[in-house]
């Protein structure tokens, strides 16, 4: 299991974005494959499905979040952390996300596409996980990962 998310590739800014072919499309396929994976994950799955009741809402917000990301297109206009702090998740549970992204984004995109998803993933969970850590009083220093107490494991 991953225990850092990694240095930030060389040369990846937005003129790289015609160049990996990312599109609407492909975004769409990436989200909607990645989010599918979710839902069947034994450790992530529980947590969505728990708290998500409009899949169709959550995969066009989730378009609109890494069109934003990746193409600058300015359509995700919410506040992710908010959203994300009060989940009972940590190192663990990001670790997990990055995983089956990884995977789906190189089963689905071409490999520069892949990187730059891969990129900016790492990033966005890395912001999470420092966001969640936080909000529950926690704060990380340098390189150190969010751990939840074994009795907060219960409220997942």
Do not use: H, K, S
């Given at each position: 299991m991953n225990t850092s998310?990694?240095?930030v590739p060389q040369g990846q800014t937005g003129r790289s974005i015609p160049r990996a072919g990312i599109d609407e499309d492909v975004i769409r396929t990436l989200v909607h494959a990645f989010y599918a994976q979710i839902r069947e994950d034994a450790v992530l799955g529980p947590i969505f499905l728990s708290r998500i009741t409009d899949w169709d809402g959550h995969l066009e917000r989730m378009c609109a979040f890494w069109s934003s990301l990746?193409?600058?297109s300015g359509r995700y206009l919410g506040r992710p952390m908010e959203a994300h702090a009060p989940l009972p998740v940590d190192a663990v549970h990001f670790d997990r996300w990055?995983?089956?992204f990884e995977e789906t984004a190189r089963r689905v995109c071409a490999p520069e596409a892949s990187d730059y998803f891969m990129d900016r993933a790492r990033r966005v969970a890395q912001s999470l996980e420092l966001g969640v850590a936080g909000a529950h009083g926690v704060m990380l220093r340098r390189h150190e990962r969010y751990?939840?107490?074994?009795?907060d494991r219960t409220t997942a």
């Open positions: 998310y990694g240095r990746a193409l600058t990055l995983a089956l751990r939840r107490l074994p009795e």
